[in-house]
């Protein structure tokens, strides 16, 4: 980990931190929630070690990156141009790029709004979510999974934000990243994160106290304010991508995710991996990898094999 480098670059109006090792092609790594650039760690070690130069972002909002204090400042829009001004920097004409969670969602945009700069995309747990000309996301989540699903209590500023303050930051990362429960996450009201006193999740046996620290360090210092309003922006994230109603993503892809991942196993998502509809939507899709008895934070949980997935394909090209 100490030959890790890190650094401060400034791109798009923001200071972005990011931390990278290697030479050669570069493979942009792409954090979700709750998460940091830590989450790559396993394949910064494991790419640089193969002749590609890994770039892991904290993203806008995260770690030791600027938090804009303004909803709007976290549109998809400034997201992704937060990553096209640092392929920029970065020296080079195109990238390779892994995501995961969030950090998937904002690739899939990345490729629609500049495909020239996507060599290839290996994307981990979150497909393509097509944009419905109708109906807005948070209108949609809410009329299928009720009031208490997760990005529903994300939505009013503040409210999740002091549930939080209540058990620290350690306790919610601790018991989002452990969490082995699969279909839609539900927070009731007053106790997302409640823990009882003395029962803590116990760690798995790939993150440790010294992972988990880390983690809750950044968001104790930063809090989740910055993380949360990528929720609270996905309505005007569906008004300003309305240009792009049924684009097929046309970059390469391969697609990774856990058999037992909240994702994967939230209603109808099998259904458009495995069924067709994804292969129509992103007609480069050339691999479905389904990990057996894996959840969702499987850059940690199985790193080698991640690592290897993520080699395997971008070595093709």
């Known amino acids: 980990m100490d030959s890790i480098q ?158 939080m303050a209540v058990v620290g930051a350690k306790e919610v990362v601790r018991g989002i990243l452990t969490t082995r429960k699969t279909g839609p996450p539900i927070f009731p009201k007053g106790q997302a994160f409640q823990v009882r006193p003395g029962s803590s999740t116990p760690l798995p046996s790939w993150l440790s106290e010294e992972d988990l620290s880390y983690f809750a360090s950044k968001f104790e210092s930063k809090g989740f304010t910055g993380p949360l309003n990528y929720y609270r922006s996905m309505d005007l994230n569906w008004e300003l991508t309305a240009p792009w109603t049924g684009v097929q993503v046309k970059v390469p892809v391969k697609f990774v995710v856990g058999d037992v991942d909240m994702v994967y196993t939230t209603p109808g998502v099998k259904e458009y991996v495995n069924g067709g509809g994804f292969k129509k939507d992103v007609p480069y899709l050339q691999e479905v990898v389904v990990m057996e008895g894996v959840g969702h934070f499987l850059t940690q949980e199985k790193p080698e094999e991640v690592s290897s997935h993520i080699l395997d394909f971008i070595k093709k090209f």
């Open 6 to 163: 890190h650094r401060t670059v400034s791109v798009n109006g923001i200071n972005m931190h990011i931390a990278e090792k290697g030479e050669g092609p570069i493979v942009l790594l792409i954090h979700g929630f709750p998460e940091l650039w830590y989450s790559w760690r396993h394949q910064i070690l494991a790419l640089s070690s193969q002749g590609y130069r890994a770039v892991a972002p904290d993203l806008r909002g995260y770690g030791d990156s600027d938090a804009p204090d303004s909803l709007s400042s976290y549109s998809i829009m400034h997201i992704v141009g937060d990553l096209v001004a640092l392929v920029e920097i970065l020296g080079v004409k195109e990238v390779f790029v892994v995501a995961h969670d969030w950090g998937a969602m904002i690739v899939w945009c990345l490729c629609l709004f500049r495909p020239d700069i996507v060599k290839a995309f290996v994307c981990l747990s979150v497909p393509f979510r097509p944009r419905h000309p109708k109906i807005k996301p948070v209108e949609s989540m809410r009329k299928f999974f009720g009031d208490d699903y997760y990005i529903c209590r994300f939505q009013n500023p503040g409210e999740i934000e002091e549930e």
